[in-house]
């Protein structure tokens, strides 16, 4: 069955780097994009952006510009996603969704989700 | 930036039929897909394509897309259903993806 295993929670201090892992099983890692979605806390949902784990190119959301990176090991089936300069406002419970394409392209399946606290 | 809009909070009585709306200017020529979310858990997708359940969701769950306007519609609300619903849909280019800012339904 298809699985998102993300890393545990991190504390981090301001302008530190976190590196957040979304480990797939059950399908071919390559077929289908990955997305990451942010939460803070008592908030909304929010598309972060995705890459495209064909050819590693990722696409950002506005406001996820700069300081966020998607990258990926296809060797181990596993996205990542890096903040650098981390700020209290980002954080945050983060999330890795798969887009499934059928007839239109959606997220199907979510990781279970990472907190990262941002504090001095 | 593209932007989809629903109303804060929902409040139905366990057996009602409680509607949650998401406007967005593209959705006349843009899918809308429903998540629900309940506390301390990861979203879960219980609309895709405007109207179609995914395999393991109740029928009392369904959707609805018309003009500017999707509707998730759950007919005879139970309790367990309390969460906090979001739509998601894409902006015209079809390359901006947004979550609406989601709607806290209570059933009581």
């Known amino acids: 069955q298809v699985q998102l295993v993300q890393s545990g929670s991190e504390l981090k201090k301001p302008g530190a780097s976190v590196k957040v892992s979304c480990k797939a099983s059950?399908?071919?890692?390559?077929?289908?994009?990955m997305n990451w979605v942010r939460q803070a806390p008592g908030q909304g949902l929010e598309w972060m952006g995705w890459?495209?784990?064909?050819?590693?190119?990722?696409t950002y959301a506005q406001g996820f510009t700069g300081r966020f990176v998607f990258s990926l090991d296809t060797s181990v089936s596993t996205a990542y996603l890096q903040i650098s300069s981390l700020k209290a406002e980002d954080t945050a419970v983060y999330y890795c969704a798969r887009t499934y394409c059928g007839g239109d392209c959606y997220l199907d399946y979510w990781g279970q989700g990472t907190l990262v606290t941002v504090s001095s | 930036s593209y932007e989809l809009t629903q109303p804060p909070s929902v409040s139905v009585s366990p057996g009602q039929t409680a509607r949650i709306t998401c406007s967005g200017d593209a959705l006349p020529k843009k899918y809308a897909y429903w998540y629900q979310q309940k506390s301390g858990q990861a979203p879960v997708l219980v609309i895709y394509?405007?109207?179609k359940r995914p395999s393991g969701i109740p029928e009392r769950f369904s959707g609805s897309s018309s003009g500017t306007m999707a509707t998730l519609t759950i007919s005879g609300a139970q309790v367990e259903d309390e969460a906090d619903y979001y739509c998601?849909?894409?902006?015209?280019?079809?390359?901006?993806?947004?979550f609406g800012g989601g709607t806290k339904l209570t059933v009581l």
């Open positions: 059950g399908y071919t890692f390559t077929s289908y994009a």
């Open positions: 890459i495209n784990t064909n050819t590693g190119n990722p």
């Open positions: 394509e405007d109207s």
């Open positions: 998601y849909s894409t902006d015209s280019s079809g390359n901006l993806w947004v």
